[in-house]
């Protein structure tokens, strides 16, 4: 190896190339590329941490969401036991008429619509 080097420092010197610019060229790369390493790894750790905070933001979002369709569905369990109860209550007025009476009256309401007939009555759906 240090045949090969005199060879080429003197092949350098003979074409007026000066090895210490070589050599600082070299160092400069070096550092250079070091340099990269440094930035990109900073600008990598800003970008995770950023996206750190953005998940966890996303999540707790996601919790809030999941939180308001839990206490929706306690809720609409409370309306639908509370309207079944008043339905019973109804239909026990409505079982004192008798059954003929009742479907009379729904066939000739145009306010009502037969069960049996499949269509389904609610707000803005009117028959």
């Keep these: 190896m240090p045949v090969r080097k005199q060879i080429v420092e003197a092949a350098m010197k003979a074409f007026g190339v000066p090895l210490d610019k070589i050599i600082e060229t070299g160092v400069e790369q070096i550092q250079a590329l070091e340099g990269y390493i440094r930035t990109s ?3 990598t750790d800003k970008l995770l941490a950023e996206s750190r905070a953005r998940i966890d933001h996303l999540e707790q979002e996601i919790r809030d969401v999941r939180a308001v369709m839990d206490q ?6 409370s309306i639908a036991a509370a309207c079944n109860a008043k339905k019973v ?23 009502l619509h037969d069960p049996s007939s499949g269509e389904v009555s609610g707000p803005g759906n009117r028959t």
């Design 89 to 111: 209550d109804v239909q026990r007025v409505l079982e004192f008429f008798g059954q003929e009476a009742v479907a009379r009256v729904v066939r000739e309401s145009p306010k």
């Design 72 to 77: 929706r569905t306690k809720e609409q369990a």
């Design 41 to 43: 790894a900073a600008d």
